[in-house]
């Protein structure tokens, strides 16, 4: 199955046009010759233990082409965050449309636009960063994204600047005849005391199959500063592979959240390098799945020089014959002495069939330092149940309600309120009594 499916995408990599610039097309040629020789991860590989990619490899995805697709209002209603005031790129099936777009008021110097334009146009000055990205590319779909490569979003936020609107990148799948396979690149740059807030959101119609496939870049140089916010709520028959690469600067901190209540095999890959001192990573994740979902987490942070921080704080909530699985990992290399991390994943499993492997690790090269993990697994606290019930609350109201408290404990530290409402309304919808929680919101 595996040999089948690498020819697919070697069969749909000779159809690209090469109309790329040399040295992207030199990018692409590498990376797909690294994925003809080593293939699609298998559960013999300890970073994909846990995860059966065969779900995506038994499915011949095509490449997105450029098109006209329209997204339904409804489905566009449903996600945009225009009545935010936000700056937004909108792309459906794969391609940014301009009609959808709105960008408006830019701070003086500041480029948002989406990929391909850019690569049209201006593509020298981008060059530099993704050369460096290749060089990390490691697993197939890290190679498949670079053999792509075509279509994204790229933020530059020049030294001192601070974007007042948040950015919104939203990312729509429609129903085709054909499943389709969406290779985005977002490349985020943030100079010198740069501040900017960015918000990703994949979505796709509810009886929609396809592959997002996905790889965020951001570069914070000295004492800039990114809240960064993923929403992953895909169709449930949609797979989704995404990963935040970061590489964080003297006193430049970044804050993520990464938001999983979609898809049916999700891989969500996180992996921050802190390499001058005072730079800080502060890692959030909520992940929620029923039915046979399957939600995969990897996180790893990197201190690489003394006085970095980092915080990593996961929560999962699994119903049915769902599967979760956390693998966060802090790498202390010899010289980071006087680093501060932390990591914490605490699991709720809602019903017997669900399962949940977690493994946080830590790695320490050196020795001043202050590190902490630990991970939790149970179900919900009978005391508590029994305390709801005894003030004549129903059972299952009494379930969803300690769920949601359980949930909150993530939710409340995003401070930007219209995600923070949004997830809140997201989450509750996923519970019995919807309505009811809703009230207790208010």
Request: include cysteine; aromatic fraction near 8%; charge should be negative.
């Amino acid at each position: 199955m595996s040999e089948a499916a690498v020819a697919h995408y070697l069969d749909q990599y000779a159809r690209l046009p090469q109309s790329a610039p040399v040295w992207l097309n030199g990018i692409r040629a590498a990376a797909i010759d690294q994925f003809r020789r080593t293939g699609f991860p298998s559960m013999r590989q300890e970073d994909w233990k846990y995860t059966d990619v065969r779900p995506i490899i038994k499915r011949n995805f095509l490449s997105v082409a450029a098109g006209a697709d329209a997204a339904r209002p409804e489905l566009l209603d449903g996600y945009t965050m225009q009545a935010w005031d936000c700056h937004e790129l909108v792309f459906v099936n794969g391609s940014c449309r301009s009609a959808y777009t709105h960008i408006r008021d830019l701070e003086q110097g500041v480029i948002l636009r989406s990929l391909a334009e850019v690569l049209r146009h201006d593509a020298t000055g981008i060059q530099p960063y993704f050369e460096q990205v290749h060089a990390k590319s490691q697993s197939a779909f890290d190679n498949l994204n670079s053999a792509f490569l075509a279509e994204g979003a790229y933020l530059y936020v020049p030294d001192g600047v601070c974007i007042e609107k948040p950015i919104h990148l939203l990312f729509l799948a429609e129903q085709r005849p054909e499943p389709l396979v969406g290779h985005f690149r977002n490349l985020l740059v943030l100079g010198k005391q740069a501040r900017a807030t960015v918000i990703e959101t994949y979505a796709g119609a509810d009886s929609a199959e396809y592959l997002t496939n996905t790889i965020t870049e951001y570069t914070g140089a000295a004492s800039a500063h990114l809240r960064h916010y993923k929403l992953q709520q895909e169709s449930l028959r949609g797979f989704h592979v995404g990963s935040l690469r970061a590489t964080l600067g003297r006193d430049s901190e970044l804050v993520s959240h990464s938001l999983s209540l979609g898809g049916a095999l999700v891989r969500n890959n996180i992996h921050a390098e802190l390499t001058e001192t005072g730079a800080a990573a502060t890692l959030n994740g909520l992940y929620i799945a029923g039915g046979k979902q399957h939600v995969d987490n990897h996180t790893c942070v990197e201190h690489r020089v003394p006085h970095t921080t980092s915080a990593g704080f996961y929560r999962g909530v699994l119903d049915g014959n769902a599967r979760g699985v956390f693998n966060g990992r802090v790498v202390v290399h010899a010289q980071a002495q006087k680093t501060d991390a932390q990591l914490s994943n605490a699991n709720l499993l809602l019903s017997s069939q669900a399962e949940i492997d977690t493994k946080p690790e830590l790695e320490i090269y050196a020795d001043d330092v202050k590190c902490s993990h630990g991970t939790t697994v149970g179900q919900l606290d009978e005391n508590m149940l029994f305390y709801l019930r005894s003030r004549a609350i129903d059972e299952k109201t009494a379930r969803s309600l300690l769920t949601f408290a359980f949930a909150e404990d993530v939710i409340n530290r995003i401070d930007f309120k219209p995600v923070r409402e949004r997830l809140e309304l997201s989450v509750a919808g996923k519970l019995p009594d919807t309505e009811l929680i809703r009230n207790f919101m208010a």
